[in-house]
């Protein structure tokens, strides 16, 4: 069975304090590692695909990166707005699998 | 120019009651899933369509039955409603590409609270 732990469970910021989230996962024959974020209230909102050991993605102030067994969010200078819980997810043949996500809070 | 909708969003029923929910893709995807989030946030798959064959089932009870009239639409039936059943309802699209991975979209939600 496919397995996906995110750490921290939550992580308090103040605005401008970069910080980084984890998340370790086995699973049979990787086909991708997913970050989505999801606000409150909200379906999760796709950020990014990780495929290969070593790749490397950012979109604003987020960048992704990925190992064998592990992935990394960086969050470089948080805004209150990068407040949500954030999701990992891995694809084998078959199926996603989630880890339980990471709840960020940025403070002004 | 929602990519992927839900209705209801909220629905709150009594147990023992038969109740649907619908999803919607203007994507031109040609697979959709069902996933449900407990009070603990983890999302876990229980159905998947591909251009309306279910080829995902993952040991849902039957009271619960997807339909999928096309490829744009999957529906949720849930029989016999449980207060367990009691969760956060995510309707997904995805078009599996060659060469690259899948990337899965998410409708917004149906919160389903039975009494």
């Known amino acids: 069975e496919d397995q996906v732990t995110q750490s921290p469970e939550a992580l308090r910021l103040q605005e401008g304090e970069s910080s980084s989230l984890n998340c370790s996962y086995t699973?049979?024959?990787?086909?991708?590692l997913f970050w989505y974020r999801q606000d409150p209230g909200k379906g999760p909102e796709f950020l990014f695909t990780?495929?290969?050991a070593g790749e490397e993605k950012e979109k604003e102030r987020l960048k992704a990166t990925l190992t064998k067994k592990e992935s990394f969010l960086h969050i470089t200078a948080p805004k209150p707005e990068d407040s949500a819980t954030y999701l990992c997810?891995?694809?084998?043949?078959?199926?996603?699998?989630f880890g339980a996500g990471t709840t960020v809070t940025v403070r002004a | 120019d929602t990519a992927v909708s839900q209705t209801p969003k909220y629905l709150v029923t009594q147990m023992g009651n038969d109740k649907s929910i619908k999803c919607e893709q203007n994507?031109?995807?040609?697979?959709m899933y069902w996933y449900k989030q407990d009070s603990k946030k983890f999302l876990k798959i229980m159905f998947s369509?591909?251009?309306?064959?279910?080829?995902i089932n993952e040991t849902v009870p039957n009271r619960f039955s997807p339909k999928s009239p096309d490829k744009a639409h999957l529906n949720l039936h849930i029989n016999s409603l449980e207060l367990g059943d009691s969760a956060v309802y995510f309707c997904?699209?995805?078009?599996?590409?060659?060469?690259?991975?899948?990337?899965?979209?998410f409708g917004p939600g149906t919160r389903l609270l039975v009494l």
């Open positions: 997810a891995v694809r084998n043949d078959y199926k996603l699998s």
């Open positions: 990780l495929y290969s």
């Open positions: 994507l031109g995807h040609d697979t």
């Open positions: 369509y591909n251009n309306k064959e279910l080829i």
């Open positions: 699973v049979s024959g990787l086909r991708g």
């Open positions: 997904a699209s995805s078009q599996v590409p060659s060469g690259s991975p899948e990337t899965q979209y």
